[in-house]
């Protein structure tokens, strides 16, 4: 089993940054991809950044420019910073995870509990 945690949510004005983190514990797994995604009310949820174990990156175009993905040296932890935010970036923001464990050949999904961005006036 992993675990993600999520920190760094919360309220801030049009224009401004934040910076999400999630660590990842657990034993015995490499991670394939980490991943940020939200989820604003009404709406579907949606990919917003990933990055792989290479450090292959991508971004939803809606972001593109204004977020930023990065793992820690440990690799155990994901960034997400955000900047110039925008009311319509307001969501749940999740930790996903795709991880492989020792000795097998498949791959397995988790996911954070979420945290909460609002940006308003």
């Known amino acids: 089993q992993v675990q993600l945690v999520e920190s760094g949510g919360g309220l801030v004005q049009p224009g401004g940054s934040l910076t999400l983190s999630c660590a990842a514990s657990?034993?015995?797994?490499?991670?394939?991809?980490m991943a940020w995604y939200r989820q604003a009310p009404g709406k579907q949820r949606e990919l917003v950044a990933s990055?792989?174990?290479?450090?292959?990156?991508n971004y939803a175009d809606s972001v593109k420019g204004r977020f930023t993905i990065s793992r820690d040296n440990a690799d155990s932890t994901v960034r997400l910073q955000m900047y110039r935010l925008e009311p319509e970036d307001t969501a749940v923001y999740y930790c996903?995870?795709?991880?492989?464990?020792?000795?097998?050949?498949?791959?397995?999904?988790?996911w954070g509990q979420g945290t909460q961005v609002t940006v308003s006036s």
């Open positions: 996903k995870t795709v991880v492989q464990f020792r000795a097998q050949l498949i791959t397995y999904s988790y």
């Open positions: 990055i792989s174990g290479a450090d292959n990156t």
């Open positions: 657990g034993s015995g797994f490499s991670i394939n991809i």
